[in-house]
């Protein structure tokens, strides 16, 4: 992957499949380790020239400028949209973070923590380097509260539901970024759900996020028989056929609250998003159906 940078992973593994990939002229498997003073031959390849960046366009700059919900002179809180990336890369030409910096040219700005793209709600953003520091060590201290809506596609096994099992993330031979449960090599991760409201065999929940794994939500929901409405991922079929009679289009997942302290004497502060409209029409067609029942 060094060497052959702008060639597409999905090229790299069908060249190691036909054997256009020789170490010592032998074929080898992709799982082959390289060891001192073997002989690598790769074959002749063309790579992508490379290009400027696509600029954000002005349409999107112009929506997230309406999205603020704090700023002050070190930290800004965006709602940002379901289905834009928080920044560029892995074939997205940019996210929230350029658009910002193209918005706000000669301004510091940095992501304090990330948000998956399908997932809207509040993403912190840190202004200045002193912030980025302040506000990553209240993350590793446990002092920044996240509080998530979803909705679930089964019942919880009471009014509140901890779930404490590691996650270990894994990479499939096409790129596509997996995370499951593993008690053996993954990380520590708590998620605590609370029931708001029951709609037959789905929920509405609150979600007290206490550590931040990449699809911790999402991982730790399928594990409890009750994966995230709209997650193709981690959900069965069946649970997409359920997602769609609601008319749901997006992944019902909502970073709903932030508390933090924007700077070190300050008082915590307690930034909310608003549930958007299209999954708070989602939530009454399922009250709808639940009374229909």
Same mark, same amino acid.
């Given at each position: 992957?060094?060497?052959?940078?702008?060639?597409?992973?999905?090229?790299?593994?069908?060249?190691?499949?036909?054997?256009?990939?020789?170490?010592?002229?032998?074929?080898?498997?992709?799982?082959?380790?390289?060891?001192?003073?073997?002989?690598?031959?790769?074959?002749?390849?063309?790579?992508?020239?490379?290009?400027?960046?696509?600029?954000?366009?002005?349409?999107?700059?112009?929506?997230?400028?309406?999205?603020?919900?704090?700023?002050?002179?070190?930290?800004?809180?965006?709602?940002?949209?379901?289905?834009?990336?928080?920044?560029?890369?892995?074939?997205?030409?940019?996210?929230?973070?350029?658009?910002?910096?193209?918005?706000?040219?000669?301004?510091?700005?940095?992501?304090?923590?990330?948000?998956?793209?399908?997932?809207?709600?509040?993403?912190?953003?840190?202004?200045?380097?002193?912030?980025?520091?302040?506000?990553?060590?209240?993350? @590793?201290?446990? =002092?920044?509260?996240?509080?998530?809506? +979803?909705? &679930?596609?089964?019942? *919880? %096994?009471?009014? !509140? #539901? $901890?779930?404490?099992?590691?996650?270990?993330?894994?990479?499939?031979?096409?790129?596509?970024?997996?995370?499951?449960?593993?008690?053996?090599?993954?990380?520590?991760?708590?998620?605590?759900?609370?029931?708001?409201?029951?709609?037959?065999?789905?929920?509405?929940?609150?979600?007290?996020?206490?550590?931040?794994?990449?699809?911790?939500?999402?991982?730790?929901?399928?594990?409890?028989?009750?994966?995230?409405?709209?997650?193709?991922?981690?959900?069965?079929?069946?649970?997409?056929?359920?997602?769609?009679?609601?008319?749901?289009?997006?992944?019902?997942?909502?970073?709903?609250?932030?508390?933090?302290?924007? @700077?070190?004497? =300050?008082?915590?502060?307690?930034?909310? +998003?608003? &549930?958007?409209?299209? *999954? %708070?029409?989602? !939530? #009454? $067609?399922?009250?709808?159906?639940?009374?229909?029942?």
């Amino acid at each position: 992957m060094t060497q052959l940078k702008g060639v597409p992973r999905s090229l790299v593994y069908r060249l190691l499949r036909r054997g256009e990939v020789r170490v010592n002229k032998g074929r080898v498997k992709p799982h082959q380790r390289l060891q001192a003073g073997d002989d690598v031959r790769l074959p002749p390849m063309r790579t992508a020239a490379k290009t400027e960046p696509a600029a954000p366009p002005a349409g999107l700059r112009s929506e997230l400028a309406g999205r603020i919900l704090f700023e002050d002179e070190r930290v800004l809180v965006l709602d940002k949209p379901a289905g834009v990336a928080v920044h560029g890369g892995s074939g997205v030409a940019y996210g929230v973070i350029e658009a910002l910096r193209a918005a706000r040219p000669g301004q510091d700005l940095e992501l304090v923590h990330r948000l998956d793209r399908e997932t809207s709600g509040c993403l912190l953003i840190a202004k200045r380097r002193s912030a980025l520091r302040h506000l990553h060590a209240q993350l @590793r201290d446990g =002092a920044v509260g996240k509080r998530y809506q +979803a909705l &679930l596609l089964g019942p *919880l %096994a009471g009014a !509140v #539901q $901890r779930v404490d099992l590691p996650l270990a993330k894994s990479q499939l031979q096409g790129g596509e970024r997996m995370v499951q449960v593993d008690s053996v090599a993954g990380k520590p991760a708590l998620t605590v759900f609370r029931r708001v409201a029951a709609y037959g065999g789905m929920t509405l929940v609150d979600i007290d996020l206490h550590t931040g794994r990449t699809h911790q939500i999402r991982v730790h929901a399928a594990a409890i028989g009750a994966p995230v409405a709209g997650d193709d991922k981690y959900g069965r079929p069946e649970h997409r056929a359920l997602a769609r009679e609601l008319g749901l289009k997006r992944l019902f997942l909502h970073a709903a609250e932030l508390r933090f302290r924007p @700077r070190e004497e =300050a008082p915590a502060v307690a930034v909310r +998003a608003p &549930l958007p409209a299209a *999954l %708070a029409a989602v !939530v #009454q $067609r399922a009250e709808e159906q639940a009374r229909a029942l």
